[in-house]
């Protein structure tokens, strides 16, 4: 019986014990101090280190104790290191995985015995950014292969997943020579991990690349990368410079206007492509020429009466190649703009006395309405005054005779 009072008074005498060394006790702040760097800035894709040091009183902070990371509120812990001797643990590194891009505030506090808890008032302003691709799209010359690629940095954790988006430079929708042409853009879908080979490109180390076989329709278009992470979105745009021989368009056209043959033709070329007219059989003849973009134009004026021939001969010549057209001259000038206003002029002068007839009918029925109008407004105010004075007049004479019938009275 005794032994069983024993042990519940050595329970409770225990327990009591603990409940003692449970309560927290003042801290002092000038006793406690870390040495942190307050502001980092990082890019959102780095694993972002934080050493420190920390120095507080050893007879108050016992062993095991743990130092904590939080963000934003102390109980929002996101690292934790375990010191379980006294001698170390005053120097150490917090480890942060990748971050979205932003402003990010975090603090260290220390936990030790029973509840015991010390938060540092220092806090650390991590800033992180964001990072676009790089796309490297060098010179490149028609027909000739070669590839797009497109670098961006490696995640901290996670993977990095790759969109290439192809517009055109006028935002307009353009014919591709290209099966992959999907109506105002082309672009393809490259979504694996390292390692893994797709159809239209490639991961290695962060990047991307893309073969190609460039031609004169994707000059001065726009690709476009897109890189995806687990927190943000980055994407670079650049334009294509595509090096192509000259090929004369359609456009270019000869017509005979009067006396004059006029022939225009248009090149189209990248480096620009000059226009030449051969001149073996041209002669008393003037060339004017001016361009635009990658678009040369030139326009020969000759009498019309010196050529013979049905075709003039154009052709454009630049460092990858030379292009020539034989342009059929069209002798109606029935489409011909300026030839054609004299016509309608003509049609319009034939039959301006008809319509200067119709104008003159027409002013006169109005003048005739109008005087009309005039005539019964006027007529219709006469009577109307008329109407008026014979009231008066009535008036008038009622008057009088009342007051007729009133005689002075005699004394």
């Known amino acids: 019986m005794a032994l069983t009072f024993f042990v519940i008074f050595w329970i409770l005498l225990r327990s009591t014990s603990c409940q003692f060394q449970c309560i927290p006790e003042t801290l002092d702040d000038s006793d406690f101090y870390i040495n942190v760097t307050e502001h980092i800035a990082v890019r ?7 050493p ?19 963000k934003g509120d102390p109980s929002n812990v996101v690292d934790t290191k375990v010191v379980d001797n006294v001698n170390d643990g005053a120097k150490d590194t917090f480890s942060i995985t990748t971050l979205p891009p932003g402003e990010h505030k975090y603090g260290v506090k220390l936990e030790w015995g029973c509840n015991q808890t010390y938060v540092f008032p220092k806090r650390i302003h991590i800033s992180a950014l964001t990072t676009k691709p790089t796309v490297l799209a060098s010179l490149m010359e028609e027909r000739q292969q070669t590839r797009l690629t497109c670098l961006a940095p490696t995640p901290c954790t996670g993977e990095v997943f790759f969109l290439w988006k192809w517009t055109n430079a006028d935002g307009q929708s353009r014919m591709m020579d290209s099966d992959l042409d999907d109506y105002n853009y082309m672009r393809w879908h490259v979504r694996f991990g390292s390692r893994h080979r797709g159809r239209y490109g490639m991961k290695y ?11 004169a329709d994707h000059h001065n278009t726009n690709i476009t990368c897109i890189a995806t992470y687990d927190h943000d979105v980055a994407e670079t745009t650049v334009t294509l410079t595509v090096k192509f021989s000259p090929r004369i368009l359609n456009s270019s056209h000869c017509t005979v206007k009067g006396e004059l043959l006029l022939c225009v033709c248009i090149s189209w070329g990248n480096p620009l492509s000059p226009i030449f007219w051969p001149s073996e059989t041209l002669t008393d003849y003037s060339v004017t020429s001016f361009s635009n973009a990658q678009r040369v134009s030139s326009t020969l004026t000759m009498p019309a009466a010196k050529y013979h021939n049905a075709t003039v001969n154009c052709m454009s010549r630049n460092e990858l190649g030379q292009a020539e057209s034989a342009i059929l001259i069209q002798n109606s000038t029935e489409h011909d703009g300026v030839n054609s206003l004299p016509e309608s002029s003509e049609g319009f002068c034939s039959a301006l006395p008809w ?10 029925v109005f003048v005739a309405v109008f005087i009309c109008i005039y005539l019964r407004s006027r007529k219709q105010q006469k009577e109307s005054r008329e109407e008026a004075d014979t009231y008066a007049t009535l008036r008038k004479a009622d008057m009088d005779e009342a007051y007729s019938t009133i005689s002075p009275q005699r004394k």
């Open 52 to 70: 420190h040091e920390v120095t507080f009183p050893r007879d108050k902070v016992t062993v095991p104790y743990k130092k904590m990371l939080f």
């Open 355 to 364: 319509l200067t007839g119709l104008c003159f009918t027409l002013n006169l």
């Open 205 to 215: 180390r962060g990047g991307n690349y893309l073969p190609f076989l460039p031609t």
């Open 44 to 50: 959102f894709t780095n694993c972002i280190q934080i």
